[in-house]
Structure formats: C-alpha cells, structure tokens
C-alpha cells in the first residue's frame, strides 16, 4: 500500500485480498495470508524488489493443498460472531 495512503485505505487492501483469496480458492489453488512479513518490511522490500514509497501489509502463500497433510485437518475454534459483533440498528 502506497504510503501516503490513510489507515483506512487498508480496508480497501482487505478487500482486494480477500477477494483474491477467494478467486485462489474457485480456481483450486491455496492460499494463507503472512501477517509476519509486515513485522519485517525491509527484508521484504530488499528480497522482492519493492520501492520504499509502498509499505508491507502482508505476504500471501499460494499453493496447492496436500489433503493428506495432517496440518490441513486442523480446525481452530472461534468465538461464536455475536461476541465480536455490535449491531446498530
């Protein structure tokens, strides 16, 4: 993201990327979103070639899921969405 972008024009990113995400996922390809990478940005920028006027949000994975990997069952529990939603009416 363009650094003289606002904090909100991420929202923007997020939704760009999930959307990617899920046009990976239609297609049969995988996906996991690096949020580490940002924690690193100018490895990131050396290693891939980025200008210092964009700022590292996130990396993003892409591959092909191995269904037989044990790490592909594993399912975390979540909060149910009325403990983290507010809704006004």
């Given amino acids: 993201m ?3 972008l606002l ?4 929202f923007s990113v ?3 990327v999930q959307t990617f995400l ?4 239609e297609e049969g390809v995988g996906s ?8 690193y940005p100018d ?3 050396k290693e891939v070639g980025i200008d210092d006027d964009l700022q590292v949000l996130c990396g993003i994975a892409i591959g092909f899921e191995d269904g037989e990997a044990n ?3 594993i399912r975390s529990v979540r909060d149910d969405v009325e ?4 809704w006004v009416q």
């Fill in 22 to 25: 899920l046009a990976l996922t």
């Fill in 7 to 10: 904090g909100q024009e991420a």
């Fill in 83 to 86: 403990r983290n939603t507010a």
């Fill in 2 to 4: 363009n650094r003289e």
């Fill in 43 to 45: 490895v990131v920028k």
């Fill in 71 to 73: 790490v592909n069952h």
């Fill in 14 to 16: 997020g939704m760009y």
């Fill in 32 to 39: 996991c979103v690096e949020i580490s990478v940002a924690g």
